[in-house]
């Protein structure tokens, strides 16, 4: 099997499979599955692009509104996690994951499915240790605080992924695992890009959930982005004497290092996206504890009866089939000859695909219960630090900025008033 993988993807689909395609025919060779690690934005209209994260310079509808439409289809099945620049309002509607368009698949705030025998795992958006602990309180419409800590990723779905048992081929984070620079060649990346030399040192530079998570599923692969530029590692695992290949990727830009191919045993084809049925199992069993304010979350005490609960799973794949439920569109397409006013779209709609999943797992739908989920507790809490309540500087100081490209654009100009001053 040849995947393809991607790094910041930044809504630029047609550059990235016209890439892919000319891949294909200068190697004579097929690409059977795109992965993307973060950043994909899946902006439909301009409606999500008020939940777009980025400088209003950066807003720009870009082409996914185009395979949403239908006026163009993927031409290779795609999975994707979120980053820290997505239409968040979207992805919230695909919490558990589903087809953000046709042939093209959200992997959910946290998730595993199969391609063919191959195990996909991922976890989206980055690492605030301030909002780790919360649970899931926000809703759009997003303020300037919340359209931030909605892509923070949560100790709830990392709990959940350290359920997995059953061992995972492949995993996507958008964020680093922390400690990953040790293994590699740091040197070389801190002289590339000097502003990460005081992180790399103090081996904060990157996810601890994301650690934790290398350490457990120990995946023969894992690739990740957000830093915009290439990085290889050899993770060593101790405990078993695994091994995994550790490759973050660049976004796609002419001269970047954005996509690298590789080719994994696997059964023969011909391969498709499916439901994991120890995923769907934890998904069913931790769902009564979702989290949906802004408190400290408590799941410790759920207990998982994984073989009655694995073998209800199993009858009821067997009974309708493993493939993901059909796409629908929840929210007019972007149409270039006739702009419409970002007020006539609604705030929020159910996404069927994702009633569809709950209802097949009898589960209640929760993921528009504003129950509580806004309210700053009132309370005074326990905090070892000063700031607001509402900080959301990320855990790495690189982030604060929340933006790579801003960063390199910052370390230019110091270079050029440097360069003057001489």
């Known amino acids: 099997m040849k995947i393809a993988v991607e790094g910041c993807m930044h809504g630029d689909l047609d550059d990235v499979y016209r890439t892919l395609q000319h891949y294909e025919k200068l190697h004579s060779t097929k690409i059977d599955l795109l992965l993307c690690c973060g950043d994909f934005q899946a902006v439909r209209n301009e409606k999500d692009l008020e939940s777009l994260n980025v400088p209003r310079k950066y807003r720009d509808m870009k082409t996914f509104w185009k395979y949403y439409s239908g006026e163009e289809v993927a031409p290779f099945p795609t999975i994707f996690i979120g980053g820290n620049h997505e239409a968040s309002n979207y992805l919230w509607e695909l919490y558990y994951g589903g087809w953000a368009a046709p042939n093209i698949y959200f992997l959910g705030f946290a998730g595993v499915v199969k391609f063919g025998n191959i195990r996909i795992g991922g976890l989206s958006g980055i690492y605030n240790r301030h909002n780790y602990c919360k649970g899931h309180y926000e809703r759009p419409p997003y303020n300037e605080s919340t359209i931030r800590s909605i892509y923070h990723v949560r100790e709830y779905d990392v709990h959940k992924l350290m359920q997995v048992e ?25 002289r590339d890009k000097p502003f990460f030399e005081k992180e790399v040192q103090e081996r904060n530079l990157g996810s601890k959930p994301a650690a934790q998570l290398l350490e457990k599923l120990k995946p023969p692969y894992w690739f990740s982005a957000h830093l915009h530029c290439k990085f290889a590692a050899l993770v060593q695992h101790e405990e078993d004497g695994s091994v995994t290949n550790f490759l973050a990727l660049d976004k796609c830009q002419p001269g970047r290092k954005f996509l690298q191919v590789i080719e994994i ?22 769902n009564s504890n ?28 067997q009974a309708r089939g493993a493939r993901p439920f059909e796409f629908t569109q929840t929210a007019p397409p972007y149409n270039p000859s006739n702009s419409v006013p970002s007020g006539t779209f609604p705030e929020y709609t159910r996404n069927p695909q994702t009633e569809s999943l709950l209802q097949f797992l009898e589960l209640p739908y929760l993921l528009d219960n504003t129950s509580e989920s806004s309210q700053v507790p009132r309370s005074p809490l326990p905090l070892t630090r000063t700031g607001s309540l509402e900080d959301n500087s990320e855990d790495i100081p690189i982030d604060d900025v929340d933006d790579v490209d801003e960063l390199e654009e910052l370390a230019e100009d110091a270079v050029d008033t440097k360069t003057e001053n001489i």
């Open 166 to 190: 059953e061992p995972i081929d492949i995993f996507l984070s958008h964020d680093w695992p922390v400690g990953i620079t040790d293994c590699g060649d740091w040197k070389k990346l801190v």
């Open 265 to 286: 045993e696997s059964e023969p084809g011909p391969y498709e996206i499916q439901y994991d049925e120890e995923w769907l199992e934890i998904t069913q069993q931790f």
């Open 290 to 317: 979702f989290p949906l304010t802004n408190r400290s979350a408590n799941f410790w005490n759920v207990h998982l009866d994984k073989q009655d609960c694995r073998q209800w799973v199993r009858r009821k794949l």
